[in-house]
């Protein structure tokens, strides 16, 4: 069989392939599925009395908006882990954002402990963070996942860990709109330590099923 012939052959037996989704893409499909459906969940948590004027507040808005920007540089890292075409520095995204965050948090932290001699280093059990957490995160971690299965399997472990924090940094920040802390110390213990157990149970169980859709499927990794 001469060379063109077994060419056009293999070209008329190969099964049509899928364009890999860009990493932006989903990011944006994932924003789309999971801000509607913690704001109902909000909603029947009940928010935070005077919860605008909250949100006007310099310093919470800047919580909310790096728990906002570590969210969505976790899930652009986790998408962009599945694919070999993006580089991998990218992964990197969420740390940055993710130690800003707590950066800005300790240093309001120390302010408060100045002005109030102390108040904000008392420590106060909130076992309710670990339930909230979870039951905020849900949605965001299904969706994580669900995207995950219909992207390139490429550094599954990179992927499912920036999901998993996407899911919690999200999710913390639905927290706080509904949920108080005593003090900034519990703040930082009970629901950022919630935000790192979440990560670590999500990570391991999207890994888990991850990898069982690893098999039997074709996708390009044509570059967006």
Not at 64 to 92: H, M, N, S, V
Not at 177 to 204: E, I, K, R
Request: proline share 6%; charged share 10%.
């Amino acid at each position: 069989m001469s060379n063109e012939r077994l060419i056009a052959a293999l070209a008329d037996e190969l099964s049509p392939v899928r364009r890999a989704p860009a990493p932006g893409h989903l990011t944006m499909s994932w924003l789309a599925v999971t801000v509607p459906i913690l704001a109902l969940v909000t909603l029947m948590m009940g928010p935070r009395p005077a919860l605008l004027s909250l949100l006007l507040r310099p310093g919470f808005a800047l919580d909310e908006a790096l728990a906002l920007l570590t969210a969505i540089a976790a899930a652009y890292a986790a998408f962009c882990a599945g694919r070999p075409d993006q580089p991998g520095w990218k992964l990197l995204l969420p740390v940055g954002a993710m130690a800003l965050w707590l950066g800005v948090l300790g240093r309001q932290c120390l302010l408060l402990s100045v002005s109030t001699q102390g108040g904000a280093l008392r420590l106060h059990v909130d076992a309710m963070c670990v339930p909230a957490i979870a039951v905020a995160g849900i949605a965001p971690a299904v969706a994580m996942v669900w995207l995950l299965r219909r992207s390139p399997m490429f550094r599954t472990a990179h992927a499912c860990l920036c999901g998993a924090l996407a899911a919690a940094a999200l999710a913390e920040c639905t927290l706080r709109l509904f949920h108080g802390s005593d003090s900034f110390l519990t703040l930082l213990v009970w629901q950022m330590g919630s935000v790192v157990l979440f990560t670590l149970a999500v990570g391991a169980v999207g890994r888990a099923a991850l990898g069982r859709a690893r098999s039997g499927r074709t996708v390009s990794y044509a570059g967006s």
